[in-house]
């Protein structure tokens, strides 16, 4: 299976986008011309508009179909029963007309597309856009963009504010909330307002210091090095929420890496390293057997994560306090696997690559956790944080309810 090493996955879109360019989405465009034109081949459609042509299954042409009878437009669900059409369908007329794409069945039935919605949905269309547009940053990009914080009241009063947060949010994976007050309960106020809390074995909303209380060294005073949460969990959590409410002492500074950034660094440099870490799944575990709390998790996935049909990267997995035995490589694969994983590493370590923030009561930070790294320096003194995880689904339903792409 990891014989073919050298295959290469390659992303159709610019690594990294202007700040202008990431406001508006990416969609395939097709030129309008007079008249556009199709070919009926024996397995497709294809329909030239004069910009990327595109090929239509006939099957899939008929399962689309927008008609009310195939398709209900109040519950945006299908009505057609798939399993009823003749996998072998074909039209038994197809025009264009007045810029659609005008198909007549077999029994009569019409479908009409028009031709923008074939070409935004069509496989070229989707193979050519970029599902969420961001914006890749070392320490120089992100502190040069200097993207708002968002005000506790304006945030917790207006909806707008809201959007321009999830925006940033979008663009950065990283995004703060200023004045909150230092409370959980406020926290969780902030928290709700973007989305639903993601409840773990941790709780609902967590608060910790550095008590030892539960088996993880989040829980000490030792520093962290940059790495992903919930890695042990098949779905990691899509955004950690964090809020120091009180820190009496020195250090404790809270380190941020842009995961992306690093591995499109990797991607750039050795595009067989990067396709490695694409496609071997490895696990991590996470073993709690204390008297209060006794957990065994396992998630098990690649390093990093991308759609296939535009090679865009939606998550890494990178932990290596949680990282558990690699029993997933074939031996012949696992010295590569370590050379690609540290390349990985030693990106995500350049100094020029860490975004250095100091966390203090009132400052809320919300951190893609499928994208930006985080970890802390070591400190001293009574240092108390709370914060909690969101679905990362919910925050991608509320943003695209403001219109966002995402
Ligand atoms: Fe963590």
Excluded at 132 to 141: A, E, G, H, K
Excluded at 171 to 198: M, N, Q, W
Excluded at 263 to 284: T, W
Aim: charged share 25%; net charge neutral; aromatic share 10%.
């Amino acid at each position: 299976m990891l014989g073919a090493c050298s295959r290469v996955l390659r992303r159709a879109q610019p690594r990294l986008l202007p700040a202008s360019e990431s406001q508006r989405p990416l969609r395939l465009q097709m030129p309008t011309r007079a008249r556009a034109t199709f070919q009926s081949l024996e397995d497709c459609l294809v329909l030239d508009d004069g910009g990327t042509p595109v090929r239509l299954n006939y099957l899939w042409l008929r399962d689309h179909c927008r008609s009310p009878s195939s398709y209900n437009p109040q519950t945006n669900q299908r009505n057609l029963d798939t399993g009823s059409v003749d996998l072998n369908v074909r039209p038994d007329h197809t025009t264009v007309e007045d810029g659609h794409l005008v198909l007549t069945w077999p029994g009569g039935h019409v479908t009409k597309y028009s031709l923008s919605w074939l070409a935004e949905n069509s496989y070229e269309g989707k193979k050519q856009s970029t599902v969420q547009p961001r914006i890749l940053w070392n320490s120089d990009i992100y502190k040069n963009a200097t993207p708002p914080s968002a005000k506790w009241d304006t945030f917790m009063s207006s909806d707008d504010e809201v959007k321009k947060f999830l925006h940033n949010y979008l663009l950065y994976g990283i995004a703060f909330v200023d004045d909150v007050p230092a409370t959980v309960e406020a926290t969780e106020a902030v928290a709700k307002r973007v989305s639903l809390i993601r409840e773990t074995t941790y709780g609902r909303m967590w608060c910790f210091t550095s008590d030892f209380s539960r088996g993880d060294t989040a829980y000490s005073q030792l520093a962290l090095d940059r790495h992903t949460d919930t890695s042990y969990l098949q779905e990691p959590c899509g955004i950690q929420v964090f809020h120091c409410l009180k820190h009496e002492g020195t250090g404790g500074r809270t380190l941020l890496v842009d995961g992306f950034y690093a591995a499109e660094k990797v991607r750039q440099q050795s595009p067989e390293n990067f396709e490695l870490l694409a496609r071997v799944p490895i696990g991590h575990e996470y073993i709690e057997t204390s008297d209060d709390h006794r957990n065994h998790m396992t998630g098990i996935g690649p390093v990093l994560n991308v759609y296939p049909w535009n090679k865009e990267m939606y998550l890494i997995r990178y932990n290596n306090y949680d990282r558990s035995v690699i029993n997933t490589i074939p031996h012949d694969c696992v010295q590569r696997w370590y050379v690609a994983h540290r390349e990985l590493t030693t990106e995500l370590r350049r100094p020029e690559n860490e975004l250095w923030v100091k966390l203090t009561p009132g400052k809320v930070i919300f951190i893609d956790n499928w994208r930006v790294l985080h970890g802390r320096e070591s400190f001293t003194g009574l240092r108390q944080l709370c914060g909690c995880y969101l679905t990362r689904d919910d925050v991608l339903s509320s943003a695209r309810g403001f219109g966002l792409q995402a």
